[in-house]
C-alpha cells in the first residue's frame, strides 16, 4: 500500500527556516514525482514544488524560488523541502503528493494537484510577523 506521511511543520518567526519531511512507503521513487502543495485558509491549493524521481529535475513556484529547495534522499524514500527566509504569507497546511509518471497525459504541468494520486495528511507551517 502507497503512504506518505508529512512532518517538520510548526511554528516560526518571520525570516526562520524549516524543514519539511516527506515519508513514502509502498513504491519506490523510480518513474515517480513527489510534489509539495500547500493550502492557506480561504484559499486554493498551490504546487510549491515538485522532484522527479528518474533524473531529479526540480520546479518551484514563483514566489519561492530562492527561498526553498527540494531534495530528494532516495534510499530513504524520503523527500524533504527547505525553507528558509520564511514570510507570514506562507502560512499554510503543507501537503506531500505523489504520482506515477507515465500515468500523466503529456503537457500536464508539474502544479496541476489534480494529477496527483497519492497524498499525505499534511503538516501545518505557522510563520509569525
Known amino acids: 500500500e502507497v503512504q506518505l506521511m508529512e512532518s517538520g511543520g510548526g511554528l516560526v518567526q518571520a525570516g526562520g527556516s524549516l524543514r519539511l519531511s516527506c515519508a513514502a512507503s509502498g513504491f519506490t521513487f523510480d518513474n515517480y514525482a513527489i510534489g509539495w502543495f500547500r493550502q492557506a485558509p480561504g484559499k486554493e491549493r498551490e504546487g510549491v514544488s515538485c522532484i522527479r524521481g528518474g533524473d531529479g529535475s526540480t520546479d518551484y513556484a514563483d514566489s519561492v524560488k530562492d527561498r526553498f529547495t527540494i531534495h530528494s534522499h532516495n534510499a530513504r524514500n524520503t523527500v524533504y523541502l527547505q525553507m528558509n527566509r520564511l514570510k507570514p504569507e506562507d502560512t499554510a497546511v503543507y501537503f506531500c503528493?505523489?504520482?506515477?509518471?507515465?500515468?500523466?497525459?503529456?503537457?500536464?504541468?508539474?502544479?496541476?494537484?489534480?494529477?496527483?494520486?497519492?497524498w499525505g495528511q499534511g503538516t501545518q507551517v505557522t510563520v509569525s510577523s
Open positions: 503528493a505523489a504520482v506515477y509518471l507515465p500515468s500523466l497525459p503529456y503537457g500536464t504541468p508539474w502544479y496541476e494537484s489534480d494529477a496527483y494520486y497519492y
